[in-house]
């Protein structure tokens, strides 16, 4: 029997919850442009679904800091 390391299966998780969350925002910020997915470039929209996904571990890192600075009682001074 093999076993799966649960770090690389939860990062695996993770990536994937992250890659769909970004091709959803993706799909609505093309939307509220006026544009139609079906019109756009494979290159395009790995663009785009890239960018969105930068978005979603910035704000990913964001709170976990203030998670982090909260837990440690820095919360006054940041």
């Known amino acids: 029997m093999k076993f799966q390391n649960p ?3 939860f990062k695996g998780d993770l990536e994937a919850k992250i890659r769909e969350s970004a091709i ?3 799909r609505s910020r093309i939307i509220l ?3 139609k ?3 756009l ?3 395009e929209l ?3 679904v890239r960018e969105e996904e930068d978005k979603i571990r910035s704000r990913i890192k964001e709170k976990g ?5 909260a837990a440690l009682g ?3 001074w940041i």
């Not at 800091?65 to 600075?69: E, G, I, V």
Request: hydrophobic share 50%.
């Open 7 to 9: 770090v690389k299966k």
């Open 46 to 48: 790995e663009i785009i």
């Open 33 to 35: 442009s006026g544009l």
């Open 41 to 43: 470039d494979p290159e």
């Open 65 to 69: 800091l203030f998670a982090l600075a």
């Open 37 to 39: 997915p079906e019109n």
């Open 24 to 26: 959803n925002a993706a």
């Open 74 to 76: 820095l919360g006054w």
